[in-house]
């Protein structure tokens, strides 16, 4: 690492991603496809096995949580040693996603007019501390999320906004959610998996209790938190599912360097890393373990975004924002960086092959989507000069400390806007003040990323809501249109409506304002020991981390 001319951290590249910036973008796309990857091993079948208790986890996470509140932040960072100490009030189903179960619920009822809903809570669970949770707590916890208190973040209380009216506790047992609006998002949006149940005293008693405090109801109480180095749980003896968990306990290592990660897992070291390794990483583990390493695969619900500070010249006028969405080939990159990193495909805000997604037809419409590559920089170009933007401006991309796919997409962009005539460097900052810099504004252009755990506008168009509504728009721009658009959206039960108001959503903030924009979405691959069973991989990063299904079995 050396400081740049700004005085914040810039990165020597290396390896792989040294050999993409030195021979350019245009080389690479003109290489021959890459050889067809390993047939994937099946994840063990856990129904034809007993599970075995016992023993202890060891994974892997690639950055160190900025706090540990799961209504603030939008990091696996934070959710990966955090999730197991709690529980939700539903979750995903890992063996039927996106099908949704009970987890602090046993049951739940719609009214027929869709406005009202209403669960009930299992017997016998405690917080950690001893105390029982009753529905005053998921009702604390929700309050939170949709309209926090002064100096509380909630990143989500958008997906809220529009359609919940409020939440009721009337008996200890009972949390009725009663809505404005019949929702078909709010089953998923409630099965959020950062919306960890907190204790409603503590939040009384400071509303910023869980950014530096784990107090939860899930399978494993917390151990320790040495930073640099370890996460720790133990097993919670009194969790309200019998039987569960299976492991004695969990350590997460904190490794950052991608080589480190693989060294990791192919020395035993570690049984698994849950966010993904690139296509070279899972060859190498497959090649160096064999039988003992199992792979699985799925299309990742992530996507590296640039966001642009609307707040600064010249990133305040669209023509220069839409100009360095012009100026990039997604489609030649797509082919060069899916050999080194795990991004692959092209697509707008939702991701490609999802039910909403924007068909290739009409995605390359939109500016920097279209494959006619020298047109487009052409464009790129006049735009640039029509914005009174000199040749070789330069200026700084905030980037995140983490290498992949974080430093391949950079790589990219900053060649791609060279060509363009632009001079980019780069701030590349550890996790947490990289996420200060974006929610300060202190910033000119950024790598992003917009990852959520399904498939759902609500969720994934978000981030570019207006600033006063969206603590995630780090553009900090406001737009009523697309704010309409939004509500609409949301509001609209008929899919095929509701999808065409999507798609004007993208255009607006894509292709008419170019507010923010989508780079190349993700291919999820988790190679991990054949010992780790009851884990199924799903298209998110972020669901089934809490682990109360995982056994190991003997070597």
């Not at 839409?322 to 991701?351: C, H, N, P, Y």
């Not at 607006?508 to 304002?513: H, N, S, V």
Request: proline residues 8%; hydrophobic residues 40%.
């Amino acid at each position: 690492m050396s400081l740049g001319s700004n005085g914040k951290s810039t990165r020597i590249w290396s390896g792989a991603t040294a050999a993409l910036l030195a021979f350019g973008l245009t080389a690479l796309g003109a290489c021959a496809q890459p050889a067809p990857a390993p047939a994937p091993a099946a994840p063990p079948t856990a129904a034809a096995e007993q599970p075995r208790a016992g023993g202890q986890l060891t994974f892997i996470v690639g950055a160190e949580p900025p706090s540990f509140d799961g209504h603030r932040e939008t990091t696996f960072a934070m959710l990966h040693p955090t999730a197991p100490h709690y529980s939700l009030l539903l979750k995903f189903d890992q063996n039927k996603y996106p099908a949704i179960m009970g987890d602090l619920a046993e049951t739940w009822s719609v009214s027929q007019d869709g406005l009202t809903y209403t669960f009930k809570l299992r017997d016998g669970i405690k917080f950690h501390d001893g105390a029982a949770l009753t529905a005053a707590d998921v009702k604390a916890t929700y309050d939170r999320i949709v309209a926090p208190p002064q100096g509380v973040v909630s990143s989500r209380q958008a997906s809220y906004a529009a359609v919940l009216e409020k939440v009721e506790a009337p008996d200890p047992k009972t949390v009725v959610f009663k809505l404005k609006q019949p929702s078909a998002a709010l089953l998923s949006n409630l099965a959020s998996p950062w919306n960890f149940i907190y204790k409603a005293q503590a939040l009384a008693q400071e509303a910023r209790f869980p950014e530096k405090n784990i107090l939860g109801t899930g399978p494993f109480r917390f151990g320790e938190y040495v930073p640099g180095s370890h996460w720790t749980g133990t097993k919670n003896p009194d969790y309200f599912q019998k039987g569960r968990p299976y492991l004695d306990g969990f350590r997460a290592v904190f490794i950052r360097e991608a080589s480190a990660q693989v060294a990791a897992v192919r020395g035993g070291r570690a049984q698994i890393e849950f966010r993904g390794f690139t296509p070279p990483q899972r060859e190498d583990l497959v090649k160096a373990l064999g039988k003992d390493i199992t792979v699985q695969e799925s299309p990742w619900v992530c996507v590296l975004v640039v966001s642009m500070n609307t707040e600064k010249k010249p990133f305040n006028d669209p023509k220069f924002r839409r100009a360095l969405t012009l100026a990039l080939d997604r489609w030649e990159g797509s082919k060069a960086l899916s050999q080194i990193a795990f991004v692959k495909e092209v697509g707008a805000v939702m991701r490609p092959g999802s039910p909403f997604a924007m068909p290739e037809q009409e995605l390359t419409k939109l500016a920097g989507f279209g494959k006619d590559a020298a047109a487009a920089k052409a464009e790129a170009r006049r735009l640039i000069q029509e914005a009174g933007v000199p040749e070789g401006f330069s200026f700084a991309l905030t980037n995140r400390d983490i290498p992949m796919p974080y430093e391949p997409v950079a790589v990219f962009l900053i060649d791609q806007w060279g060509k363009v005539g632009l001079k980019v460097s780069q701030a590349v900052r550890e996790s947490s003040p990289y996420l200060q810099d974006l929610r300060g504004g202190n910033y000119e252009a950024a790598l992003d990323f917009n990852c959520d755990f399904m498939d759902e506008p609500d969720l994934q168009l978000i981030k570019f809501l207006p600033k006063e509504k969206s603590p995630i728009n780090y553009g900090r721009y406001s737009d009523p249109v697309l704010d309409d658009l939004y509500t609409k959206q949301s509001l609209e039960t008929n899919p095929e409506r509701r999808k065409q108001l999507v798609w004007q959503f993208e255009r607006r903030a894509l292709d008419e304002m170019a507010y923010q924009f989508p780079t190349l979405w993700w291919q999820r691959i988790i190679p991990h020991s054949s010992q780790v069973r009851g884990w199924r991989i799903t298209p998110s990063h972020y669901l089934n981390q809490d682990l109360t299904d995982v056994w190991l079995a003997e070597k």
